[in-house]
């Protein structure tokens, strides 16, 4: 399963971005009931999670987020969204998205830089 991660950018602190990830060879039947998530990766730490989104769209946050980024899902697009408002510097990172159970290879991610 190919994931497509896009929609990351440069912005200042304050700015928003809206990054999306696509699952195009995901079945409907496999993705719709899924749990899906984005992670985080900023240079020298490790993977988070900071979103996820039930098939119900019932979404959970990490508290350093909460308030600011919002979680949507599109099933009839296989995609999943991550609206990102108040960006800060402790915000950038490489973006990623992925099932939480039983994960797909990760692809690219795509970067998120905040400058101050």
């Known amino acids: 399963v190919q994931l497509q991660a896009s929609g990351g950018g440069s912005v200042q602190a304050g700015g928003f971005l809206r990054p999306s990830c696509k699952f195009p060879r995901l079945i409907t039947s496999v993705f719709n009931p899924s749990t899906m998530a984005w992670y985080r990766q900023a240079p020298g730490k490790q993977r988070e999670a900071v979103a996820t989104?039930?098939?119900?769209?019932?979404?959970t946050y990490v508290d350093s987020v909460r308030g600011r980024f919002t979680i949507t899902r599109d099933n009839s697009r296989k995609s999943v969204f991550l609206q990102m408002n108040s960006l800060t510097p402790e915000d950038t990172a490489v973006y990623y998205c992925n099932r939480p159970s039983d994960p797909y290879p990760w692809g690219q991610g795509t970067l998120v830089t905040v400058s101050s």
């Open positions: 989104i039930t098939p119900s769209r019932v979404p």
